[in-house]
C-alpha cells in the first residue's frame, strides 16, 4: 500500500470553526489532491498541487485553502466551516510520470459539522 | 473538460454469476482510463488502468475492461463474482496531458448469496 496516512481520521466540529486536515506521504510522489466524497457525487476534487508551494484550485475550491510547505505533506483548511461541508475528505497521490498515472488515495477523514 | 458517466448507480447480482459495469467518457483529446473500488469505510484502491496498447486490460481480483475509443466506453466486467465483490466501484478518466482526474459517480455492486 503506498503510504499515505491522514489525520484525524474523524473530526466534528461547529459551524463558523477553522478546521485544518493533513495528509502526509512517504512516497516522495510530485502531486498530491484533496477530493470531497458525497453520496451521489462521486469525488469532487478541491485543490492539488504539483509541488512545493505550487497549488491550484479543483472544481468544488469554495470555503477551502491548502498549503503545502514539504513534499511530504498537503493540510487543508476549513477556514469557517458550514454544514455544507460536512462530507468524507480524501487525499490522493500520484507520480504522473511515464506509466504511473494513477493516484493512491489515503483512508479518509470523516467531518461532520454541527 | 473531460466527463464521466456510470450508467448504472446500483447494480445488484448473485453469486457465480457474470457482471458488467458500464462507464462512457467525453473528452475532445486522448483520455486515460482507470477502474477504482471502495470497501465499506475504506480508501479508493486502483482495480486496473488502459493507457496505451490492448484495449482489454486485466487488473486485480479478476476483473477486466475493454477501451472501445469509437462509442467512448470503459466498461468492467467480471466473468463469477463473489460475496467480496460487494463494493462501490468508479470509473475515472484523465487527459494524457494532464494532471486530474474526473470521476463518476460511482455504482454500487451488490453480490447476493
Known amino acids: 500500500d503506498a503510504g499515505i496516512t491522514q489525520s484525524p481520521r474523524h473530526k466534528v466540529t461547529e459551524t463558523g470553526t477553522p478546521v485544518t486536515l493533513r495528509c502526509h506521504q512517504t512516497e516522495n510522489h510530485r502531486y498530491m489532491y484533496w477530493y470531497r466524497q458525497d453520496p451521489g457525487h462521486g469525488l469532487r476534487l478541491i485543490h492539488y498541487?504539483?509541488?512545493?508551494?505550487?497549488?491550484d484550485k479543483g472544481e468544488v475550491s469554495d470555503g477551502y485553502s491548502v498549503s503545502r510547505s514539504k513534499t511530504e505533506d498537503f493540510l487543508l483548511t476549513l477556514e469557517s466551516a458550514t454544514s455544507s461541508q460536512t462530507s468524507v475528505y480524501f487525499c490522493?497521490?500520484?507520480?504522473?510520470?511515464?506509466?504511473?498515472?494513477?493516484?493512491?488515495f489515503g483512508p479518509g477523514t470523516r467531518l461532520t459539522v454541527t | 473538460a473531460q466527463s464521466v458517466t456510470q450508467l448504472d448507480s446500483q447494480v445488484p447480482v448473485f453469486e457465480e454469476a457474470p457482471v458488467e459495469l458500464r462507464c462512457n467518457y467525453s473528452?475532445?483529446?486522448?483520455?486515460?482510463l482507470f477502474w477504482y473500488v471502495q470497501y465499506p469505510n475504506q480508501g479508493l484502491q486502483l482495480l486496473l488502468k488502459?493507457?496505451?496498447?490492448?484495449?482489454l486490460v486485466k487488473g486485480i481480483n479478476g476483473f477486466e475492461a475493454e477501451f472501445n475509443k469509437s462509442q467512448t466506453s470503459f466498461h468492467l466486467r467480471k466473468p463469477s463474482v463473489h460475496i467480496s465483490d460487494t463494493a462501490e466501484y468508479f470509473c475515472?478518466?484523465?487527459?494524457?496531458?494532464?494532471?486530474?482526474?474526473?470521476f463518476g459517480e460511482g455504482t454500487q455492486l451488490t453480490v447476493n448469496p
Open positions: 490522493a497521490i500520484s507520480e504522473m510520470l511515464g506509466l504511473k498515472h494513477e493516484q493512491y
Open positions: 473528452s475532445s483529446v486522448s483520455v486515460y
Open positions: 498541487s504539483y509541488g512545493v508551494k505550487d497549488t
Open positions: 475515472a478518466v484523465k487527459e494524457t496531458s494532464g494532471s486530474r482526474l474526473t
Open positions: 488502459y493507457l496505451s496498447g490492448s484495449t
